[in-house]
């Protein structure tokens, strides 16, 4: 079957099939297409170009046609979907034809690549359909002597779906699929005699006794769980079902047959012991990305999703809203309406969001509804060589202006990347401080990434690197440190360190770095220094970070987040025992990374070093996350620019001791003091407070000078 570009090289007579009457999968088409995606057509294939246009419900198919058609189907997932495949009918008599998504096609896509694949996406829009149709390709056409097996939550659900199989395989052609009396019809189990296939089914257990014997009945290699934050015992059904069937999934790829699990659900309680497991699965699985879709192959598509994978279990997550598959407001605020669900059960049920009971998120519903609202699909998707994927959130062409108008930021959270820790990465942009790319890594080689960090900075000169300066973070740095002056860039420009934050009491360290060239610096030099690079985490830093940091960069940048996964763990917040963290079973990498990157721009000290304009810093933005006016811009760039001057006379007023030099400074302080304070805006100062802050800087230069001698 077609799934990759170069899969259309092994079957020359293939064609895009264009002339579908399934306009779902030609939208589709066109809508990958508009998101850079080069793979945007493998769902049109047809490998017999005689079908195109022959109608597989014609009462005048010849027996060849009937023939051909039928091997379409066993040979071409696709064709079986877009020109067979019929949705039983909700009301009404008539089915209709399956409707093409981004959310079914990713997983069927993600299946047959023989990788598992969570899929969220609201009530009422179809999940478990996508899925019944799968299985319906799979036990009617392709698989021989094989079990399928579904798992859900209670006895209406499993009747539901056994009844939605049973009437799928009605609406096809009778001469496609052949009958046969001893095959079980029946509201838990299915059988396709003719090809040796059943499909059986499970419903939850009341005990864990009972939990574990129904996972141990599953000796399946495909198995279909649906809702499964709401079966009891999930956690225990679940290990005790992937172990069960190991057996059967070797034998089916020895055997080159499809073999796989798939979750669908709506979003759990995170607080339940169902929804925990599961939640926890949820956040450590790689986040689906239509980038995916242009990987070389099969092999080079797991690799990609190790390295984005967080958790132990190898899986991809897809999780949709209502427009991303094609359903309106107005459609979600009718179901809403309809439902009469309450506030935890619309999140749940029609938003995607897990909920947590009472724990106490730190941000308003305000700001959390705005950072949720904010969440968009990347607009193009970059799969390094060495198989990480960087979302961007502006296109190829903003992006090359941009990067020559204004600065970015990439914040760094770096760790072990084993277990449940990742190294995340986000950028965003200095001037509106909204998230323009973000990367979650998994990759226990450090080198390999710092490697990738640098040609980042490499490629991007207009980027500022700030680390956490924890666990792996010193070897990721020293990596830095060999690679950057490599392609011609000081480490000390491009990467935040205490002795540029630092330069009035570092002075002598400050006067090396600026004045040593990179011809002339050796390993020795950056092992003297390589411990000041990276921002240092401790109690009272991460206190500043997840207090007056997140609170700050919520207000100003919420409506600005953008990325799903950093969106998720903002929310996901939490007072714990009177610190906030992450939830249970949950991450926080990216939003460190984010934090990271905000802290620099509000905290972080001369930054004209790292090329970073202070006055351009949140110029498009207001103080609650509007975008600022033409005359709010030209205000904060005088302010900035006179803040500039301000802090050029503190150096001199620092620097003399000579009676007249200081009283022309002090004079010179009141009248740009005076001026900016007719400007709005900016933290409140005090001529009394910038002579003692200009005092305290004296005596520190003094005692640096003692020391020094």
């Known amino acids: ?235 225990v059904t679940i290990p005790s079902a992937l172990s069960a069937g190991n057996a059967a999934r070797d034998e089916a790829e020895r055997n080159g047959l499809p073999y796989g699990n798939i979750f669908t659900t709506t979003a759990g309680k995170i607080d339940s012991r169902s929804g925990g497991y599961m939640y926890e699965m949820y956040e450590g699985g790689a986040t689906w990305s239509e980038g995916y879709y242009d990987c070389d192959d099969n092999k080079h598509l797991r690799e990609v999703v190790r390295k984005a994978n967080k958790g132990r279990k190898q899986i991809i997550v897809g999780v949709f809203n209502h427009r991303q598959l094609g359903y309106s407001d107005e459609w979600l605020y009718e179901k809403l309406s309809n439902s009469g669900a309450t506030n935890e059960e619309a999140d749940r049920d029609y938003f995607n969001r897990w909920t947590r009971g009472n724990s106490a998120s730190p941000l308003t519903v305000q700001q959390l509804t705005a950072i949720m609202h904010s969440e968009v699909d990347p607009t193009f998707n970059w799969i390094s060589p060495e198989s990480y994927v960087l979302k961007w959130y502006i296109d190829e062409l903003e992006l090359r202006r941009r990067l020559t108008t204004t600065k970015f930021i990439l914040g760094l959270d770096t ?72 392609y011609g860039i000081d480490p000390f420009e491009r990467v935040y360190n205490r002795i540029v934050d630092n330069r009035y009491s570092m002075e002598k360290d400050y006067h090396e770095i600026s004045r040593t060239p990179l011809s002339r610096r050796d390993n020795r030099f950056y092992e003297r220094y390589r411990s000041y690079f990276g921002f240092n985490t401790s109690a009272g830093s991460r206190d500043l970070l997840y207090g007056q940091v997140l609170l700050n960069a919520t207000k100003r940048a919420g409506a600005l987040v953008r990325d799903r996964e950093l969106s998720g763990q903002i929310r996901g917040l939490i007072v714990k025992n009177g610190r906030l963290d992450h939830s249970a079973g949950g991450h926080d990498d990216a939003v460190m990374s984010w934090l990271l990157a905000h802290w620099l721009l509000m905290y972080g000290k001369n930054l004209d070093y790292y090329g970073i304009d202070a006055s351009k810093i949140s110029l498009r933005v207001g103080s609650d996350g509007e975008v600022a006016t033409p005359l709010e811009i030209a205000q904060r760039e005088e302010r900035t620019a006179l803040k500039g001057q301000l802090d050029d006379l503190m150096d001199k007023l620092v620097s003399t001791d000579l009676p007249l030099l200081v009283i022309q400074y002090e004079g010179k302080i009141k009248q740009l003091m005076a001026r900016m304070s007719q400007l709005p805006g900016g933290d409140a100062i005090t001529f009394d407070g910038i002579l003692a802050e200009a005092k305290d800087k004296k005596r520190q230069a003094l005692r640096n000078r003692r020391r020094a001698a």
Not at 189 to 196: F, S
Not at 439 to 460: C, E, F, G, H, R
């Open 1 to 235: 079957m077609i799934l990759f570009l170069k899969d259309w090289d092994e079957f020359p007579d293939a064609i895009i099939d264009y002339k579908t009457t399934n306009k779902s999968f030609l939208e589709l088409a066109s809508l990958l297409k508009q998101m850079k995606v080069k793979n945007h057509f493998f769902f049109l294939a047809l490998h017999q170009p005689e079908l195109q246009g022959v109608d597989p419900y014609s009462d005048h198919l010849s027996l060849e046609q009937k023939q051909m058609i039928a091997l379409e189907c066993e040979f071409n997932p696709w064709y079986f979907l877009r020109e067979i495949m019929r949705v039983p009918p909700v009301a009404g008599l008539d089915p209709v034809p399956f409707r093409a998504n981004r959310a079914n096609i990713s997983m069927i896509w993600s299946f047959l690549n023989h990788i598992d694949y969570m899929l969220i996406q609201p009530r009422q829009t179809g999940k478990s359909v996508s899925t019944d149709s799968l299985m319906s390709w799979l036990y009617l056409f392709v698989l021989r002597n094989t079990r399928i097996m579904l798992i859900t939550k209670d006895e209406q659900l499993r009747v539901e779906n056994v009844n939605r199989l049973r009437n799928i395989r009605g609406y096809l052609p009778e001469w496609l699929v052949l009958k046969d009396k001893t095959d079980a019809n029946n509201s838990y189990a299915l059988t396709y005699n003719q090809r040796g296939n059943r499909y059986i089914t499970g419903v939850g257990q009341g005990s864990e006794d009972g939990a574990r014997k129904l996972g141990r009945g599953a000796t399946v290699a495909i198995a279909h769980i649906d809702e499964s934050p709401f079966i009891p015992f999930i956690d």
């Open 415 to 486: 760790s072990d990347a084993i277990g449940r820790d990742d190294i995340a990465f986000t950028i965003i942009d200095a001037q509106d401080l909204g998230v323009v790319a973000r990367a979650t890594v998994n990759d226990t080689y450090i080198p390999n990434v710092a490697k990738w960090v640098s040609s980042i900075l490499q490629k991007y000169p207009n980027v500022t690197l700030i680390i956490e300066k924890k666990s792996s973070a010193q070897t990721f740095i020293d990596t830095l440190l060999v690679t950057l002056p490599s």
